[in-house]
């Protein structure tokens, strides 16, 4: 059986957490920032010194690619991001990519002809620090003009990074591409969770990526003084939202298992000691896998808000915000993926992946997955982020079997 | 049986309402503005004008002065305050003033010898847009160098205010009085509420003002990826203060009637859609008239607190803020305005005062008290502020029955 070159793999693991290397032990690499060109710059030395051919596209995502002999294939991406949060750890983003890279280098160590082009890529700003998992959305044509002059990290930073990557807008809008010419996506990541390490399974198979919905709920009472206004006689903002969020998190928690809702932001007015809160805006976020569950979901949580509102007398306004539909993962790689984790020995589990990866860009379009190992205590977007040695081992082995697995080749 | 002259009493209700007036109907006189000032001088002008002897102390507060004829005799005060909040009402303040001056004109018109001294008292700046119940704490000493510096108000309006009415840091410390001089202070007020008028009462008879102490709870958390941290994991800081305000509330509610308790601000860390709540910062407020009640309701909310966090698994920092004592009004003259209204055939009430007023200051002091009539709807501090003719003129006739008592006249 195939394996990949556990030394190799292990020291370029070390060597890509030289880059904007912190004091804490982690890595600060925010998206195009200095740093980040750092490790741009030597993930391409890595790439040509290993005779590969490399590649850049418009939106900044630095390819290995190993051509297959038949110039007609589809295309196999393997991808991550070198990009992290300000201040993070070493293992989110990287170990995806290195251990894509390392696959990369066995197959062709190892004379493996594949039936499709095999690509290694490292996608751009996956972690947001500019606009969140933009290359890979610039790759399915999921980036708008419209985003890019108004991005969630700020216009400034934004143009800064392309100035220093060679990028501008209309270079990050022409790097779409024909989705025909796709195979798939596949990607390996750290769980940033403690599913894995709790139930002691090796790996995780990712089935869909979460869909979020957002919503302000404004709960409309009266403002009236906190002394004279009697108790019985309020109209009191603050405690239906109160009421609204525990009924609504014991309903999900209850109904909805695993999905989540979180009551992230909250804006009161009048906002005095001694006024009765006449308008409370709280921010609500809720996640599930599957559409109608998140459909349910949904109206569980309007249901909760109109009782409260009832319960004390207010007016509720709902007001939709963003939301990112479910990305389910297809169904040939989930199947490739645990079928390489049993030729390896190894336990596996299904499972939702409750934060964004660019594996969901690229669902929008083609053959797309992702796997998770354990992170040690489920740490994450910390100096404090590990995974051991063998667990970043088995990510590397299990994306081998699963190339080979999706290419037919049975070892 | 004497009374008050109810032609005179309300042509000069309908005079005071001229100054500031809004188009909405009430009036708008912040401490100290052009308007207030326009006031002062009218009332000025109606003290001298009656043949009344006019004061003014540092701290700008005005009086009109019937001298008993024993001139070493103790001084009753009858006060209230012009002032208003920004469009606020016409009889807040402005009623207890008028009734106060014209049950002075009654008595000087029907030569009653008073064995004190009786003086209607405008006091500055009750309302609060500068310092609140400033006058009153100037007379009785409870104004502090540090608060005209820092007051809440701020300072430029302070000193511009100031200047205004020829009037200066150290005239405003310079106003305190000898208490040994005062007999004590009595003062009548709209309810600002609808308990007289629900259950039909003339006459509320206030035995105590309320007492009100102040907490920052803050219930810490830990922060966390609002998809990937399974919600039985969360340490939710929204959910312990949710509990908490819903469960202080209804604990107030069942075993503190009339005590009343406010959540008015919130501050939550981090504050973004999709982070849990790290740390949850909540305005705590409780008011009640009795110093043990008091105590009992803050053992109560800082035990529902405890709860709260333990359940949630979160730690709790209870932080006191502003507190003011209960000012209990003076037995003697409480039992004085009961039978003064039982002499008119009015119906009476005892009750709290819920909302701060000058005669708490003088509680300190000296003997005080207050009583309230009806306010339609309850409705205060708005253009729409209403209290009928009739009440007006009861206000005025218990005043001066009062006023009569405490002289020990018998009519």
Chains 1, 2 share one sequence.
Not at 19 to 38: I, K, N, Y
Not at 180 to 189: D, F, K, R, S, T
Not at 273 to 289: D, S, T, Y
Not at 309 to 334: C, I, K, N, R
């Amino acid at each position: 059986m195939y394996t990949i070159n556990r030394e190799r793999f292990l020291r370029l693991m070390d060597e890509q957490a030289q880059f904007g290397a912190t004091d804490a032990g982690g890595v600060s690499r925010p998206a195009l920032s200095p740093e980040d060109m750092q490790i741009r710059n030597w993930f391409q030395q890595q790439i040509t010194a290993n005779g590969l051919k490399y590649a850049i596209d418009g939106a900044g995502n630095q390819s290995a690619i190993l051509e297959s002999s038949n110039l007609n294939a589809k295309t196999l991406l393997l991808g991550s991001h070198f990009d992290s949060v300000p201040n993070g750890g070493r293992f989110d983003g990287a170990l995806g990519l290195i251990a894509a890279f390392e696959v990369l280098l066995s197959i062709k160590d190892a004379g493996i002809a594949l039936p499709f082009h095999l690509e290694v890529i490292n996608l751009t700003d996956e972690e947001g620090t500019l606009m969140g998992i933009t290359g890979s959305r610039a790759i399915v044509g999921l980036l708008s003009r419209e985003e890019l002059l108004n991005p969630r990290g700020e216009r400034e930073r934004l143009t800064e990074g392309m100035s220093r990557a060679g990028l501008s807008d209309e270079s990050m809008l022409s790097a779409k591409r024909d989705p025909a010419l796709l195979l798939g996506y596949l990607e390996v990541h750290i769980e940033q969770g403690t599913r894995l390490e709790e139930a002691k399974f090796n790996i995780g198979v990712v089935t869909s990526i979460v869909g979020i919905r957002s919503y302000w709920m404004t709960f409309k009472g009266e403002a009236a003084h906190a002394g004279t206004k009697p108790m019985d006689k309020r109209r009191d903002a603050f405690w239906g939202a109160s009421a609204f969020a525990l009924w609504a998190k014991d309903r999900i928690m209850a109904d909805f298992h695993p999905g989540v809702v979180n009551f992230g932001r909250i804006h009161l007015e009048p906002g005095a000691f001694n006024i009765v809160p006449a308008e409370v805006k709280l921010a609500v976020e809720f996640r599930h896998g599957e559409i109608t569950q998140l459909d349910a979901m949904e109206t569980a949580i309007l249901e909760q808000a109109h009782l409260a509102a009832q319960e004390y007398g207010l007016q509720l306004e709902a007001e939709t915000g963003d939301s990112l539909l479910p990305a389910p993962m297809a169904d040939s790689f989930v199947t490739a993926i645990e079928t390489a984790s049993e030729k390896l020995g190894l336990s596996h589990t299904r499972l939702l992946s409750f934060a964004g990866h660019d594996a969901q860009s690229f669902a929008h379009v083609t053959n797309s997955a992702m796997f998770f190992v354990p992170s040690v205590n489920g740490i994450s977007h910390n100096p404090l982020e590990y995974t051991k040695p063998d667990d970043c081992v088995n990510a590397a082995n299990v994306m081998l079997q699963a190339v080979l697995e999706i290419a037919g080749i049975t070892t």
